[in-house]
């Protein structure tokens, strides 16, 4: 079969394709090609392998071509994050809106043309629910509590949940939108999302750097592992339409935990002293932007597929130390 | 005051126009400049009007122009309806949300000029309710139930809904959003909608001819007039962003009436020979539209700001006989 992940270069799609090309196939048929798709070139690892093409330059540009090629399945993981797109707006619309549209529109061009509709998962967000002065956020959100967005970003993922429903419905694709939480903890630099610092807390104190935490210890939120996120997504894909339960988007599973509990939960695995590197410092605009964020979320159509968040935080730590054995400056500062 | 309604050659578009001419203002300003944006020439009685002007063409076309123009308010009420964007796909995504975002985009530009954000009313509707298999819909329909829309036109609409929320959130305008009941009776000729029946078999035997009802008797939906719709409109511009309370789309208020109850208010207001030129014949594909929509709604917030439904059905058939007055044909069947 042949896949295509937008967003291919990026930590999820790299760590999906690593997924793929490991176990070979998805839902019983062998993978002959993988496609990553993305504005930066592929990683170097998964381009070695002889089953993966890259495709290097905007999703818009790229969508082009896709009209005129046949995909068994996509992954839509690309995606501009919510602070770049607070900070420009028109930003927002062309990669997380109109590269949207062009995909459906691509593949729907194919179906037009007699090809079986593709299947396609849609990476949606947490970020769609908040709380808006007509309809209070409940303490926890469910996969059909009314998303009233409060960032252009989670506005743009539940547009293009119903984009998805909708395309579905027509027999153009065979789309499941699903909600990923916060994934942490997340290698690398810290990038321009608002919930970057979830995963720079307990990242950067564990490669011996000092973390700024935005906002306050009793502030809660549903975080999943990159690791339980790749497989909810593999899982969504190979479930049957009837599994998956209509066309609305569903909530992946998350663990519902406070940064005190992160931070306890870094003592813990890795000793008083790495969580001491991790320092209070309110910024008003992403403690601001997280006020709006829901503080834990439930997600009981995934565990009718079988998806389950990790049994405690401190898992999650351990499997980003041991994603990290093999890179000694990543964990300096657990010797130190 | 300049004002803008986009759709102004259209029914609704030509009676909210109507209304504001003869009242002369809106939220205590004058109207001085009307401007009615349509596909189709605006009403010859409208434009002799010397505070109207008419702009004829597609409404894509036309935001381009838009961007070096202020308005203090628009309504924005154009749009393909549910029937012509299931038959025709790529129209309902011209029609409905291409030419929304344009108009939206033409008033960003305006704010991020300077000009103080546009006062926008954009006409969404009860169709962006729907059962999905995984949220069953409730009975009756609120302001903030899980919208999960079973057509295209319902998909767009709860889009654009979204987009006028979030554009409203960066200070770009200043939108709200309103859910129009099915209007009835509406005149003339029966159009693309799934819902012309509802006007149909009202407005049909009125004028001396058959009509058919493609649903069973039983079929209850929420409906209003075309009078409190369009003052419900109007009311939803005045009210202040704090009434309006938050940016989430409110429902406009409904009679929760079935099609037999129409009936029996047609056979009360005009007497047995009109209401027996209705015939039942079952259409498929009309019917199975309708059946995923609701069968009533409540209207909280707009209760809130005021706003009621018709005491009765017998009200909306008396409003179109009152309005239809000096048009003898329309009524034909009456004296028959």
């Known amino acids: 079969m042949k896949l295509l992940i937008t967003g291919g270069a990026g930590f999820l799609g790299a760590r999906l394709a690593r997924t793929l090309l490991d176990q070979g196939q998805l839902g019983g048929r062998n993978i002959q090609t993988l496609v990553l798709a993305d504005q930066a070139p592929a990683r170097a690892e998964l381009t070695a392998d002889p089953r993966v093409q890259a495709r290097v330059g905007p999703l818009l540009a790229t969508c082009e071509a896709l009209r005129e090629e046949d995909f068994d399945g996509v992954f839509h993981l690309a995606s501009a994050v919510s602070g770049e797109c607070e900070a420009d707006f028109e930003l927002g619309l062309r990669s997380n809106l109109d590269s949207t ?38 303490a926890l959100v469910a996969d059909d509590t009314l998303p009233t967005p409060q960032t252009s970003y989670g506005t743009h993922k539940l547009i293009c949940e119903h984009l998805v429903a909708d395309y579905t419905r027509k027999g153009y694709i065979d789309g499941r939108a699903a909600r990923l939480m916060t994934v942490a903890v997340r290698p690398g630099r810290p990038n321009g999302a608002a919930s970057s610092f979830f995963s720079g807390i307990i990242r950067e104190p564990l490669a011996g750097e000092t973390a700024i935490c935005p906002v306050s210890p009793d502030v809660q939120h549903p975080v999943s592992s990159p690791q339980r996120t790749v497989q909810g997504l593999i899982r969504v894909y190979e479930a049957s339409r009837e599994a998956f339960v209509g066309r609305t988007a569903l909530n992946l599973p998350g663990l519902n935990v406070t940064v005190q509990q992160m931070l306890d939960a870094l003592e813990a695995v890795a000793g008083r002293a790495v969580r001491d590197r991790v320092r209070f410092e309110r910024d008003e605009r992403i403690a601001g932007i997280v006020a709006n964020w829901p503080r834990g979320a439930t997600a009981r159509r995934a565990a009718g597929l079988g998806l389950q968040p990790e049994a405690e935080y401190a898992d999650i730590i351990r499997q980003y130390i041991a994603d990290h054995a093999g890179h000694p400056t990543a964990l300096k500062g657990l010797s130190a």
Request: hydrophobic share 45%; no cysteine; aromatic share 6%.
């Open 101 to 138: 549209r062009a995909l459906l529109d691509a593949l729907r061009h194919r179906a037009e043309q007699g090809a079986t509709p593709t299947r396609l998962v849609f990476s949606s967000s947490v970020a769609v629910f908040g709380p808006d002065a007509a309809v209070p956020m409940p």
